[in-house]
């Protein structure tokens, strides 16, 4: 079985976001990046099959400026076999990435496809999704549990009245949730072998063009202080007259 997981470079969550002067965006100059969270727990669970005998081959790709390249050799050194590496300097929504995505997928016929279930910087959550509309794939998301066994994929998802258990017929696309796995640290070893290992560069003339216009970045508003009452009695006359929640 061939696997295929995507993996995005991102502000690491440790970092405290700023936003531009002018209100551009978010800032990114000399700001550690790191791997997406979620796409880290999907290259761990693909790593976790191959350890199983289930995976024969883990192709990591990651979609980006040439600092991506970074986040492929953590992906190498973590378990991957293979990295594909597609350069654009833009800042592309999930309907580019899925394209792209189901381009590689046409040539590497990946038996599953595991992605993070959304990107800490724009959390849109839309991307596994759209990709499985495309490849007309059954589709898995938010999933806390995976098994595979004779071409199925049985996967336990969190919706909000609970746990809701599918079974998919391979090839998937299925995206994780944080309670399916934690990741582990690559070993020196491994960081120092993925540095030899080759990138696949794959050129794109897919129409990369945006759907959505940024007009501008804000920070959030600033938390106000919280007061204490002396009373249940004041607590609700405050959430009565000033909060206006009752």
Do not use: W
Request: net charge negative; proline share 5%; charged share 25%.
């Amino acid at each position: 079985m061939k696997i295929l997981v995507s993996i995005k470079r991102v502000i690491d969550y440790n970092v405290h976001i700023r936003v531009k002067t002018d209100g551009s965006g978010v800032e990114t100059q000399n700001v550690k990046m790191a791997a997406n969270p979620f796409d880290a727990i999907a290259l761990e669970e693909a790593v976790r099959l191959k350890e199983k005998k289930l995976a024969t081959e883990i192709i990591a790709v990651s979609i980006g400026p040439q600092e991506s390249q970074e986040t492929l050799r953590y992906a190498l050194a973590m378990g991957a076999d293979r990295a594909i590496y597609i350069p654009t300097e833009k800042s592309l929504e999930p309907l580019n990435i899925a394209k792209l995505l189901k381009n590689i997928i046409a040539q590497e016929n990946p038996d599953l496809i595991i992605l993070g279930k959304q990107a800490i910087d724009n959390d849109c959550n839309q991307t596994g999704q759209m990709l499985a509309g495309l490849l007309n794939y059954p589709q898995g998301t938010f999933i806390s549990k995976l098994d595979i066994s004779n071409n199925i994929a049985t996967v336990i998802r969190e919706i909000d009245g609970g746990l809701e258990t599918l079974e998919l017929q391979l090839p998937a696309v299925i995206t994780t949730d944080l309670r399916l796995n934690e990741p582990r640290y690559p070993r020196l070893p491994d960081i120092m072998k993925a540095k030899q290992k080759v990138i696949e560069i794959h050129e794109t003339t897919e129409d990369l063009l945006p759907h959505t216009e940024l007009m501008t970045t804000t920070e959030p508003p600033a938390r106000k202080l919280g007061i204490k009452v002396s009373s249940a009695q004041e607590l609700l006359q405050k959430l009565k007259h000033e909060a206006k929640v009752l």
